[in-house]
């Protein structure tokens, strides 16, 4: 069993481009035994899976065709190799992470270097998602968890909330409101608007809020970037509902711009984490999903 996994993993990366001659040194065996291990999985297919070209042997139509079979076997092997690892040791393991744009420059970087605290050795994958391809990633087995205010409509798919965070209002400087500790949205019925694109959630809330203040906002800038939304507020382009934390208290100035808290109701949306409910986690991503689950999350 272990020689046909050699021979598999030799068939993948000769037709990945390597020589027969680097493979041999790589493994260090010879490089007419996998030459003559090559062969036989050419005669045990029926059919040659790699052709000569040069200096280098490249895949038949079967072979193209064999080897994104073969690529995925190994990868699951080796998914079933990293999985015995961590049950072992699952203080060496990996987890991945996605998360929206807006939690990753703070709730994500922060539980990471809390948990790493008392798990030094774990690694981290880390990959930011869109509102509008929703938790594709989580759905296609490709993160372990999901950092997110939008809740999946993936039945498989479990979130469980965190924590309610509050929505503010971005100012620019000189701005009439400024100044303020809260206000309620009516009074920028007014105001120009810097606004994300439709696709993304916050926009939809910006909208609704609006709508429940009694108005329809002029908006004057859209972008799929919330940083850039602020940078726009705080070049005096008009104004926006962001999220707030409590490193940006209402009230604080931020690049320029002032947050100001919201007396609207509804002024806020739930940040939670989401999981696949039929694939199991591998020990260290379960570890750290208990971490988060665990944590002391709340504003002030």
């Known amino acids: 069993m272990q020689m046909e996994i050699e021979v598999l993993r030799w068939f ?25 291990a090559l062969a036989r999985l050419d005669r045990e297919m029926g059919t040659p899976l790699l052709q000569r070209s040069g200096r280098l042997l490249r895949p038949t139509r079967a072979g193209s065709v064999f080897k994104r079979h073969v690529d995925a076997m190994l990868h699951s092997l080796d998914d079933g190799y990293a999985a015995i690892n961590e049950l072992v040791d699952p ?15 703070w709730l994500v970087p922060g539980l990471i270097s809390r948990f790493r ?27 372990d968890l999901e950092f997110t205010a939008s809740r999946p409509t993936d039945p498989d798919l479990h979130w469980q909330p965190l924590f309610s965070q509050p929505l503010v209002l971005a100012v620019p400087p000189g701005h009439h409101l400024a100044g303020h500790q809260e206000v ?55 104004v926006a509902v962001v999220p707030g934390t409590d490193a940006e208290a209402a009230g604080s100035r931020v690049h320029g711009e002032q947050l100001i808290r919201l007396t609207d109701d509804d002024a806020h949306r739930d940040v939670g984490v989401a999981w696949s409910e039929s694939r199991r986690l591998l020990p260290s991503a379960e570890l750290f999903k208990e971490f988060v689950l665990g944590a002391d999350l709340h504003f002030t």
């Open 91 to 105: 203080e060496t393991g990996t987890v991945t992470l996605t998360f929206q744009l807006s939690l990753g420059t």
């Open 184 to 238: 309620s949205l009516s009074d920028a019925a007014e105001a120009d608007f810097v606004m994300l694109r439709p696709s993304w959630t916050l926009r939809t809330l910006t909208d609704e809020l609006c709508a429940a203040a009694g108005f329809e906002p002029r908006v004057a800038f859209e972008g799929d970037d919330l940083a850039v939304v602020r940078g726009f507020v705080a070049a005096g382009l008009g």
């Open 117 to 143: 605290e008392t798990h030094p050795r774990v690694q981290f994958g880390l990959s930011e998602s869109e509102d509008v391809l929703g938790s594709s990633l989580l759905s296609a087995g490709r993160t």
């Open 12 to 36: 993948a990366q000769v037709a990945d481009g390597m020589t027969v001659t680097e493979v041999a040194e790589i493994d260090r065996v010879s490089q007419p035994g996998v030459s003559r």
